[in-house]
Structure formats: C-alpha cells, structure tokens
C-alpha cells in the first residue's frame, strides 16, 4: 500500500502499486474481496475476476442488457457500472439463480421450453430482467412485459418466444 | 495505460465540495455512473479522480412542500417515475423520467446527474425548463439557486461551477386545471433519444382564452429552448388552430436546430413545427376536462 492520498480532510480509497483498491462485493449471496481499478466495470470484474460469464458485453453502451445484473433486485446495466460503486448491494447474475440442486428457476425453465432463444447470447439479461419485471408486476400483461424489456436486444429476433417464455413464467411463479 | 483513477467517497456534501474545490476540473461527481463511464469510455473524459456522491446522506427525498415538488439529486430516473408523490403532484415529471432510455439506465441514472450533464438529448431538462424548475446547488460559497433555463448553457455544460455539486430540483407544482405533456419522438427505436421532445404547459380561462402556456423544446439544439416572447404573444388569445399554428412556427422559427443521427437541421425544424403543435393541442386537451 502507498502512503495516505487524503485532500480537503477526504481520504481516497487506498490503492495497490497497480493502482488498484480493495473491494467488497456481495454476489450470488456470497461476499467476494478483489481488487479493482476504480474505472473497471461491474462487467468486466465479474466476468474476469470472478469467473462469471453470464454477463456479456454487447453494445457497451447500456442500450442491449446482454450485461444485465440486478442490483438489490433492479436491473441494471454492469457495463456502465463501476465495480467499486457496487460495494454494499446485493448483486445477482444468471448464475446467482439456480436452485441448491442446480435446478433451474422456473423462469430458465420457462425459456428452455418455449425454446425462448437462439444464439442465447441476449437471454441471461433478457431473464434477469423478466425475474424483476415479475417481481414489481407479477400480474404484467404481454404488453407492459413488452415495454419493460424494450431495452433488451435479441439480434436473432426470438421476441415473440421471448414474451411466450415470460409469459409462461408469469403463470409458474405463482404456482 | 491511463492514470490510475482515484476514487474519493465522501460522506458529506461539504466533504465533496472541499475535494473538488482542492483538485479543480482533474475530479468529476460521480452518482449513478452511467453518463461518466460513457464518456470516460469513449475517452470523451480523463479524470484524474472521481468523488462518488453516493454515501451522501439526504440527498433522495421526494416531496412536496410549499407548493413545490422537491427532488433530491440522487434519486434516480426510476423512482420518480414511480413515485407516487411525483405522479399526484405533477405527472408530467414522471411521465418524462419514464421515457428515459430503458429500465436499467433508469434505476442508475439520478435526477442530478441528467441536470449536470447537460446533455442535449435527454428528457427531463425540456419539462424542467417548461415548468420553470430550479436547480439547487452547493459549493464552497454556500448554496444557490439557479433557475433551469439559465442553467443549461451548452453542449455538457451548465452554469456550475466546478466545485459545485447539484443538489436538488424544485419544481412548482402548476395551479389545479392546468394540463401538461412532454412528448417525446423518436426518430429509430422506442428507447432511443428523442430527435425532438417538447414539453407543453397550458392553463385556460373559463372563456376559452389563454391564461398561462409554456412550451419548452429539447434534443433539438445545444440546450432546451424555450421563447418567453413568443408565448406572450397567446396570453389572453383564445387557444384556436390558428393561434396553436402561429405559437409552433415561431418556435421552428427560433430554434436553431442541429444535425445528428436521430435528425437533419432540417428535418428537426419540422418536427419543432409538429410537435410543439401536438403538445400544446394535448395539454390544452388535459387543461380541460370534458364537461
């Protein structure tokens, strides 16, 4: 550790030789140390640091959700998120959502049988973002699904397998 | 490789405000990063330090007092869309944070951060200039107060001073029977920028004439525009196809429209003319109830 970078009374968060700080990060309900650049994104630390790929990067530019992480349950693009900004959520990725057995969550479930994609590239943030769009509207119509997920591109153009998925999971998750 | 970024986390405004004031325009706030990790991605921006207001205590309060709503600079575009004291008090201020690109930049992104950024295409700024909101901000001179019109000044940027950090935007609650709209066109996607976005503010007299109209455009030209003279010129007029078409071509008229991917000048000075039409036409319709 270098000596104390302190202005105006303020202390910077402490960096390595690298330049990089100590984080903590709560993902999947597991806490995870790492050290980071404070300019690396949540995307980049999860898929590098962490060994999570389910977070892809698309467009980088927030406008695909192929990077999608739910941030205390709320989507959120983590390619426009620095990872030391994230210290003190609860973050979950696609891998955060089986179940203790490795079974799927019923919403997966419900994309495997609906056969909800293609290239599967788009479909851990197209189901990251169904899980709280049923969480805040467990009774969402196909067409407010629709207007939710505008912000996620699938270029193979699954859509109307994609909202039959969430629709489908819709019905499963209220048993 | 690009200097190693030092991260400052204060816990209070005064303790930001002293780290900006120290390190001058090599540090930027940092609240819901989405606008800042653009542009520090595109190497539009190089800061040397980022001083991350998220620690900062009350600074998300939704509320009205005073005849005013109050939002606090980190609540973010998704919750006042949601609010339900947003939507009660003045809709149109939900209604445009809800336009905001797509769920994921709206549970980042804060009311601070859209003012501070001054971005031409964003949504919220028309509606604060239209609804002649205020900005609230906090620097080593103390607190001040500017009003939106004044404080969007140009492409990125704004009347703040560098050690200034937004606070809060108040915005007046209209007068009961006032109708208000922000229209938002898009030129590509649904959740594309807007080409054009127009916020209209319109309040009758029981005879039909016009008591109060506001118009304010966005995405078209460096900052919202908003003409006082032109709208003058309706007070006490009643609100007719003609008068509604003399208001929209004095604003194609007046803006000096600009050139993206969204829209040619051009094009863009047409759809001032449409959509300014629109706006007053659908606020009108919300100012006055059927009977």
Known sequence: ?175 | MPEPLRLFQPTSIEEAVAVLAELGDDAKVVAGATALTLLYRQRLIAPGALVSIGRIPGLKTIEVVDGELRLGALVSHREVELSPVVRESIPVVADAFGKVANVRVRNAATVGGVMAESDYASDPPAVFVALDAVVDVQGSNGKRSIPASAFFVAFYETALEHDEIVIGVRVPVPPAGTGAVYHKFVTRSSEDRPCVGVAGVVRLHADGTVADLRVAVGAAAETPQRFWDTEALAIGKPLDADLIAQVADAYADQVDTLDDMRGSAWYRTEMVRVWVRRAIESAAAAAAPAR
């Open chain 1, 1 to 175: 550790m270098t000596a104390e970078d302190t202005v105006a009374g303020v202390t910077a968060r402490a960096v390595d030789g690298d330049g990089r700080i100590s984080i903590t990060l709560q993902v999947n309900g597991r806490e995870q140390r790492i050290q980071v650049r404070p300019h690396h994104t949540l995307l980049e630390v999860l898929r590098n640091e962490l060994g999570l790929t389910g977070p892809r990067e698309g467009c980088g530019v927030g406008m695909c959700g192929a990077c999608t992480v739910l941030v205390d349950g709320r989507p959120v693009s983590g390619c426009l998120l620095p990872a030391a900004l994230a210290e003190g959520h609860e973050l979950t990725t696609i891998e955060g959502l089986e179940g203790p057995n490795g079974e799927l969550h019923p919403i997966q479930q419900a994309f495997v049988d609906h056969t909800g994609f293609q290239c599967s590239y788009c479909t851990p943030g197209f189901i990251l973002t169904s899980k709280a769009l049923l969480a805040e509207q467990p009774d969402a119509s196909r067409d407010e699904a629709r207007a939710y997920l505008a912000g996620n591109l699938c270029r193979c153009g699954s859509y109307v397998k994609i909202l039959d998925s969430v629709m489908d999971a819709k019905e499963r998750l209220k048993g």
